[in-house]
């Protein structure tokens, strides 16, 4: 239902452009967005996006994460800047699928992120 792409490995301060395609019978979508998982600790919001655009950022990261929509390709993207090791993590994306009569969320599969130091 959601693939994920764009994970790696990347020096730290480099960049990378995950993505997230949503599939299957879709008749709409509302909030869109990114978690991330680093090993040992709680699965923690990155950030998230409404149809209209409206973004919100975990604290940490604002400045140096970018979070966008394609409505119409069905696709969210977290554009993450001057990465740090600490942002190693498996990142988890979601969306907020509306079919028939149901809305409920659904989890891509991961994409990993390793940055080096």
């Known amino acids: 239902q959601l693939q994920e792409s764009g994970g790696g490995l990347v020096q730290a301060g480099g960049s990378l452009r995950l993505s997230c395609a949503a599939s299957?019978?879709?008749?709409?979508?509302?909030?869109m967005g990114w978690y991330r998982q680093a090993p040992g600790k709680q699965r923690e919001l990155v950030a998230g996006?409404?149809?209209?655009?409206?973004?919100n950022y975990a604290d940490s990261l604002k400045g140096r994460f970018t979070i966008s929509r394609d409505n119409a390709k069905n696709t969210v993207y977290l554009q993450m800047n001057r990465l740090k090791p600490e942002d190693t993590a498996a990142y988890y994306c979601?969306?907020?699928?509306?079919?028939?009569?149901?809305?409920?969320?659904?989890w891509g599969q991961g994409t990993q992120v390793t940055v080096s130091s």
């Open positions: 979601y969306a907020d699928i509306v079919r028939y009569s149901n809305n409920n969320r659904y």
């Open positions: 299957g019978s879709i008749f709409s979508i509302n909030a």
């Open positions: 996006i409404t149809t209209g655009g409206i973004t």
